[in-house]
Every structure is written in structure tokens, then in C-alpha cells.
Nanobody
Framework: QVQLVESGGGLVQAGGSLRLSCAAS????????MAWFRQAPGKEREFVACISFSGASTLYADSVKGRFTISRDNAKNTVYLQMNSLKPEDTAVYYC??????WGTGSYDYWGQGTQVTVSS
């Protein structure tokens, strides 16, 4: 079992930045694809970004490409999402996810509880 806890969310003005963290416990995440998803009120959950075991490969949704950066520190069992140039449409609950086999937008075995990001205009 992998337990995931997100942190770093909050209220920020449009154009600002936030850095989300996802701390894992229970197992090392070094053999897991790690991902971030988000869900805005009244909308379905959507893929944001994922990163490979070593961090050598990343994948981003078109809506965040060039503004968000996913990274990982396997020694700290932690994944990050650096969010720059934030827009009001980035407002959502952001979830961290992990899976040993998946890549990209598919299903993930483990999920965190989410952290709220609110971007004011």
C-alpha cells in the first residue's frame, strides 16, 4: 500500500505561483509512475501531468504545458508540481496519484486526499 498526502495548496492571484508537494509513505515510490490530476467544481477529474520512475520522462496536459513542471525526489519519497502563471481556470482540487504499471491518463491505483488551489482574477 502507498499512502499519499498532498500539501501546498492555497489562494493565489492570477499570474502567481504555487508549489504542490505529495509525500508518500508505506512504500518507496521509485518504481511508480507519479501523476497529478485536478477536479474543478462541477467538472470531471482531469489529468495534469505525470513523471516516470527516474524522472527522465514527463507528460503534460495541453492546458498546463509550459506553465507547470512535475518533478520527483525519490530519496525523499516526494513528488512536486510547480505551477507558474496561474489562471482562474486552474482553480480545482489537485490530487496526487501513483501506479506501478500505468503511464499517462489511465487509471491509477493510489490516490491522495487532494489539496485545494484557488486562483483569483
Amino acid at each position: 500500500q502507498v499512502q499519499l498526502v498532498e500539501s501546498g495548496g492555497g489562494l493565489v492571484q492570477a499570474g502567481g505561483s504555487l508549489r504542490l508537494s505529495c509525500a508518500a509513505s508505506g512504500r518507496t515510490i521509485s518504481r511508480y509512475t507519479m501523476a497529478w490530476f485536478r477536479q474543478a467544481p462541477g467538472k470531471e477529474r482531469e489529468f495534469v501531468a505525470c513523471i516516470s520512475f527516474s524522472g527522465a520522462s514527463t507528460l503534460y496536459a495541453d492546458s498546463v504545458k509550459g506553465r507547470f513542471t512535475i518533478s520527483r525526489d525519490n530519496a525523499k519519497n516526494t513528488v512536486y508540481l510547480q505551477m507558474n502563471s496561474l489562471k482562474p481556470e486552474d482553480t480545482a482540487v489537485y490530487y496526487c496519484a501513483a501506479d506501478a504499471r500505468n503511464w499517462g491518463t489511465g487509471s491509477y491505483d493510489y490516490w491522495g486526499q487532494g489539496t485545494q488551489v484557488t486562483v483569483s482574477s
